[in-house]
């Protein structure tokens, strides 16, 4: 199965924590196990620490209210953190999108 | 020779400042962390080129970053403030119960004697410290466990804990104060805390001289004195003689005593100064004119500060976080606007220039004086 294998993830993150995590272009990231969002972001987190609660809540562990998921011209938002990424994601022929909401100055 | 670093908080990122003694030329750097919200940024008095400064925004929340060469370079430490326990309600604008939820740093207090030692006071308002220079964050529980917790209400601003002063002639004696619910002090070391509110009055709570639900906006205190506080509350400036066990009113002749930062001379401890603001439905100077006021008598008697400063259309704010003084002589004295002006004086007020006149909005300023 390949969602047991390890794949490669493509992440795109919004310009500010492209900023604070120090890196340019999208992030490739070796994810174990079955590919969801929180495995995604497990992963994204444990290699750039910095990254801690600006997408989920440090006290929750909740995507931050005004942060997106998408991936495949599709809103993953509102999937469960648990939910199997779309195959593209996982074969990583499709970035998943890390999106700071279009709201305020 | 002597010269000063003036750190500023800005809606839309952090810039340093810096100048010689005389204080008329000035560098500026920035901005640092650009785009960000930042609400505070000190430097620690015993390393003055370590700074930490809180950063935030509504989409990504709460960093804290760390600068170890006077503000040249940063690097993240730690941003989990979890509160201890389960931590309850406070009440919400309406009334009903609402339960504590961290939403960022408003203030950052470095430790008078050790490096490595810092508070945080956050909203919803609770008091931080780190022992190990930010890496980690500990709730120090005892004041948002105070018996008053649940009827604390947020002010406009949100809930939040923004001004921390420490006693340098006791390290266990800590003043806290708290929009909208009022100042508290611990005797001993932040273990407990007692609501030292008597004597204030405020029209706009039930009963006006409850022990808490005060809107305290600034409370400031000359270290040679540490039993005198200087207080702008949402209305009225106040003064206490016995570390806040009672105060009373010193608005005096101001033309208005709402504002937001209040603030002591470095060498002398019963010069203050304020920024009157029109009303708390209009935050902006009275008549369009920006005048600092000056009381040589620690209150009642006071005279406007008008030179430099803008003496028609002027409509910025002044807020709390946003006066400091140098330890120059003659003492610097230094504010920003909402406008993003940073005004500073190298004569305690006589006289002011502004340093630069376009930042964004301004959120806080310190200053260093560097040896």
Request: glycine share 12%; proline share 8%.
């Amino acid at each position: 199965m390949v969602g047991e294998e390890v794949g490669v993830i493509r992440v795109v993150l919004p310009a500010h924590l492209r900023t604070l995590a120090q890196v340019d272009g999208e992030v490739r990231l070796e994810v174990d196990g079955a590919v969801t969002t929180a495995a995604v972001l497990d992963a994204l987190e444990a290699r750039y620490p910095t990254l801690k609660g600006t997408i989920r809540d440090r006290a929750t562990g909740k995507r931050r209210g005004f942060v997106r998921f998408f991936a495949c011209e599709e809103d993953l938002s509102h999937d469960p953190p648990d939910a199997p990424l779309p195959p593209e994601v996982v074969d990583g022929k499709e970035p998943f999108f890390v999106v700071g909401a279009m709201a305020g100055g | 020779m002597a010269g000063v670093r003036v750190l500023v908080g800005t809606r839309k990122g952090a810039f340093v400042l810096t100048a010689d003694g005389k204080r008329e030329r000035w560098e500026v750097d920035g901005p640092h962390f650009g785009g960000w919200e930042l609400y505070h940024l000190k430097g620690s008095p015993v390393a003055p080129d370590r700074i930490w400064a809180s950063q935030s925004t509504s989409w990504f929340g709460q960093l804290i970053q760390r600068s170890d060469d006077g503000g040249r370079t940063w690097e993240p430490v730690g941003n989990e403030f979890t509160y201890e326990g389960v931590p309850g309600t406070h009440q919400w604008y309406d009334g009903t119960p609402h339960p504590w939820e961290f939403a960022r740093v408003w203030h950052l207090e470095p430790s008078l004697t050790d490096p490595d030692s810092i508070y945080a006071g956050v909203e919803d308002a609770a008091l931080f410290h780190s022992a190990d220079g930010g890496a980690s964050w500990q709730e120090l529980p005892g004041l948002r466990e105070h018996g008053s917790g649940p009827a604390w209400q947020p002010g406009a601003g949100g809930m939040c804990l923004h001004t921390i002063l420490q006693d340098p002639t006791d390290p266990a004696r800590l003043f806290v104060a708290i929009s909208a619910a009022g100042a508290f002090r611990s005797d001993d070391g932040a273990k407990t805390w007692k609501p030292i509110n008597r004597g204030l009055q405020s029209e706009g709570i039930p009963d006006p001289d409850a022990e808490v639900g005060h809107c305290v906006h600034r409370i400031a205190m000359h270290p040679s004195n540490p039993d005198v506080l200087f207080m702008q509350k949402h209305w009225d400036v106040m003064r206490s003689d016995d570390g806040g066990e009672s105060w009373r009113e010193v608005s005096g002749n101001l033309p208005t005593d709402f504002g937001f930062p209040i603030d002591v001379h470095a060498h002398e401890p019963e010069t203050i100064y304020v920024v009157p603001i029109k009303s708390d439905s209009e935050h902006y100077p009275p008549d369009g004119k920006l005048r600092v006021y000056r009381s040589r008598t620690g209150g009642d008697e006071w005279e406007a500060l008008t030179e430099g400063l803008p003496q028609a259309n002027c409509y910025v704010n002044v807020l709390r976080d946003a006066m400091a003084v140098d330890g120059l002589d003659p003492c610097g004295v230094y504010f920003g606007t909402t406008g993003g002006q940073v005004y500073a004086s190298a004569d305690a007020g006589d006289g002011w220039a502004p340093i630069v006149r376009d930042l964004p909005a301004v959120l806080s300023v310190e200053v260093q004086t560097l040896a």
